[in-house]
Structures are given as structure tokens and as C-alpha cells.
């Protein structure tokens, strides 16, 4: 008889570990403290172009990159809820790098042409400039296109500003000099290597006010009136919303205007 009363606690013993192992169990698994974190969304993370040399838009301060298009691409990456990875380079590796799979967008003062959106995919406008003719400060020669017959143009590669130095050229009988940057290209018209050179508006305006040692004035009209867009692979239609959909928000909640406003004093057209 005892031994039949030990086999029956015994079993009652086990049956009881048996439960409390279950609940132990079951809790750790049905949304207690231990959430796996496979199931936490990720936030995504896309690695964008920019042309570290185009102030007031992209340019280095105090080690930092600063500028319309960096404040704005900052701002649309907060209020779509992704981030962004910014990588700077020379104006004219940034859209093969997109269309090679290297960068999966891009803002660089990126003007909207048809010949780019063979290629990429190319957002709403965000910002309206055009091209103006730059001289040295002293220059009385030139004073619009006709002006170019047997001038030198130095221009930056890649930028729709070396397409229309390239029409110019041709139609006028002037001379090209292509370089990097544009730093570069505005010093060989202040050291009278190149008589003129050309530049979207509000970028060369900015540098004028700026920096007192310019040596650089406009003339003449703007010679067209292109319009900024941001740039992403042809396939990512993700992207290319979240660009549009949080430029909209900005526009209508004011931000885009205090971030223009914080390099130019203006907002854009």
C-alpha cells in the first residue's frame, strides 16, 4: 500500500514540473519581454551621391557636408521614416554609379533633361535655376552668346551646363576646357586661362555674396530655365515616392522654404 501511495505522489510530482515547464514556455514565446528580433522592422537605409563642391546646394564645412540638397534629403528621409548614407563625389561618375547599382539615388543639383530620364528616374522638380554666363570681374568683352566667337569656355564635366558651352561652342566658334569641379573651372576664368565659363544661377550668386574675393560677375540673361530634380535607378519606383511624397510634405509644412531660406535669404520659383 505504501508503495502504490509513493508511485501515485511521484506521478503527481511530475504531472505539476510537467505544467509549469508548459507555462514557462508558453509565455516566453506568446509576446512577453523576449520579442525575437527578427520580427522588429527594420529601418531602410539608401546610399545617395551628392557633389561635395556646389554651394549653396553640397559643399564641406567644418568637416560636415552642408547645403540645400543635404538639409533637404535629410529632411525627407525623417518624415518618410528611412535613412540616408551620403556618398560625395565628382558630378559626372554620379549617374553611372546609379545606373550601375552603386548608389540608389542621387542629389547634386541634378537638372531635368530628357537625356537623363533615358536613364534614371528623375523626382518632381525642387528647385528652379538656369544656366547664366560667368566673366572675370573686369571683363567688358562679353556680354551675352554672341559675344563667344573665338573665346575660351571652361565648364564643368557631365553637368547640362557643358551640354549647352558644347551648343554654344558650335554655333558661336568658341573653344572648351573641361574639368572636375567647379572650383577649378572658376579659377581658370579669374587667371584669364579661360574667358568665360558657365553656371547655374543661384550657385554662382551664392559664391559671389559669399566670398569677397571672387573676382566673378553675371552678364547678360539666364540662357535657360532648368529645374532640379533627385535621381534614382530606373526600377526603384519605392524610392522615387518616398522622394516625391516627402517633398510635398516639406512644401506644405514650410520646411522646404526655412532650409532654402538658410542658404539663399530667397525660396526657389
Given at each position: 500500500m505504501?508503495?502504490?501511495?509513493?508511485?501515485l505522489?511521484?506521478?503527481?510530482?511530475?504531472?505539476?514540473?510537467?505544467?509549469?515547464?508548459?507555462?514557462?514556455s508558453?509565455a516566453?514565446?506568446?509576446?512577453?519581454?523576449?520579442?525575437p528580433?527578427?520580427?522588429?522592422?527594420?529601418?531602410?537605409?539608401?546610399?545617395?551621391?551628392?557633389?561635395?563642391?556646389?554651394?549653396?546646394?553640397?559643399?564641406?564645412?567644418?568637416?560636415?557636408?552642408?547645403?540645400?540638397?543635404?538639409?533637404?534629403?535629410?529632411?525627407?528621409?525623417?518624415?518618410?521614416?528611412?535613412?540616408?548614407e551620403?556618398?560625395?563625389?565628382?558630378?559626372?561618375?554620379i549617374?553611372?554609379?546609379?545606373?550601375?547599382?552603386?548608389?540608389?539615388?542621387a542629389?547634386?543639383?541634378?537638372?531635368?533633361?530628357?537625356?537623363?530620364?533615358?536613364?534614371?528616374?528623375?523626382?518632381?522638380?525642387?528647385?528652379?535655376?538656369?544656366?547664366?554666363?560667368?566673366v572675370?570681374s573686369?571683363?567688358?568683352?562679353?556680354?551675352?552668346p554672341?559675344?563667344?566667337?573665338?573665346?575660351?569656355?571652361?565648364?564643368?564635366?557631365?553637368?547640362s551646363?557643358?551640354?549647352?558651352?558644347?551648343?554654344?561652342?558650335?554655333?558661336?566658334?568658341?573653344?572648351?576646357?573641361?574639368?572636375?569641379?567647379?572650383?577649378?573651372?572658376?579659377?581658370?576664368?579669374?587667371?584669364?586661362?579661360?574667358?568665360?565659363?558657365?553656371?547655374?544661377?543661384?550657385?554662382?550668386?551664392?559664391?559671389i555674396?559669399?566670398?569677397?574675393?571672387a573676382?566673378?560677375?553675371?552678364?547678360g540673361?539666364?540662357?535657360?530655365?532648368?529645374?532640379?530634380?533627385?535621381?534614382?535607378?530606373k526600377?526603384?519606383?519605392?524610392?522615387?515616392?518616398?522622394l516625391?511624397?516627402?517633398l510635398k510634405k516639406?512644401?506644405?509644412?514650410?520646411?522646404?522654404?526655412?532650409?532654402?531660406?538658410?542658404?539663399?535669404?530667397?525660396?526657389?520659383?
Amino acid at each position: 500500500m505504501k508503495k502504490i501511495v509513493l508511485l501515485l505522489m511521484g506521478a503527481v510530482i511530475a504531472l505539476t514540473l510537467s505544467a509549469c515547464g508548459n507555462e514557462k514556455s508558453t509565455a516566453s514565446t506568446s509576446g512577453g519581454t523576449a520579442e525575437p528580433a527578427a520580427n522588429k522592422e527594420e529601418v531602410k537605409k539608401y546610399t545617395f551621391g551628392t557633389d561635395a563642391t556646389y554651394p549653396p546646394f553640397e559643399f564641406e564645412k567644418d568637416g560636415k557636408y552642408i547645403g540645400i540638397d543635404i538639409d533637404l534629403i535629410n529632411a525627407i528621409a525623417e518624415v518618410e521614416g528611412f535613412e540616408v548614407e551620403l556618398k560625395p563625389m565628382d558630378f559626372k561618375a554620379i549617374i553611372p554609379a546609379i545606373t550601375a547599382g552603386q548608389l540608389d539615388g542621387a542629389i547634386a543639383g541634378i537638372s531635368i533633361t530628357e537625356e537623363r530620364k533615358q536613364v534614371v528616374s528623375l523626382s518632381d522638380p525642387y528647385y528652379e535655376a538656369g544656366l547664366s554666363l560667368i566673366v572675370r570681374s573686369d571683363n567688358t568683352t562679353i556680354n551675352s552668346p554672341e559675344d563667344l566667337a573665338g573665346k575660351t569656355i571652361a565648364i564643368k564635366k557631365g553637368t547640362s551646363g557643358a551640354k549647352m558651352a558644347e551648343e554654344l561652342a558650335k554655333k558661336y566658334g568658341a573653344d572648351i576646357k573641361y574639368f572636375d569641379d567647379s572650383p577649378t573651372m572658376y579659377q581658370e576664368v579669374v587667371n584669364k586661362n579661360a574667358d568665360v565659363t558657365l553656371e547655374d544661377f543661384p550657385v554662382i550668386s551664392y559664391k559671389i555674396a559669399v566670398d569677397p574675393n571672387a573676382n566673378l560677375k553675371v552678364v547678360g540673361d539666364r540662357l535657360n530655365g532648368d529645374f532640379y530634380g533627385m535621381a534614382v535607378g530606373k526600377d526603384n519606383e519605392e524610392l522615387l515616392k518616398k522622394l516625391n511624397d516627402g517633398l510635398k510634405k516639406l512644401q506644405e509644412n514650410g520646411k522646404y522654404d526655412e532650409i532654402v531660406k538658410t542658404y539663399i535669404g530667397t525660396t526657389a520659383k
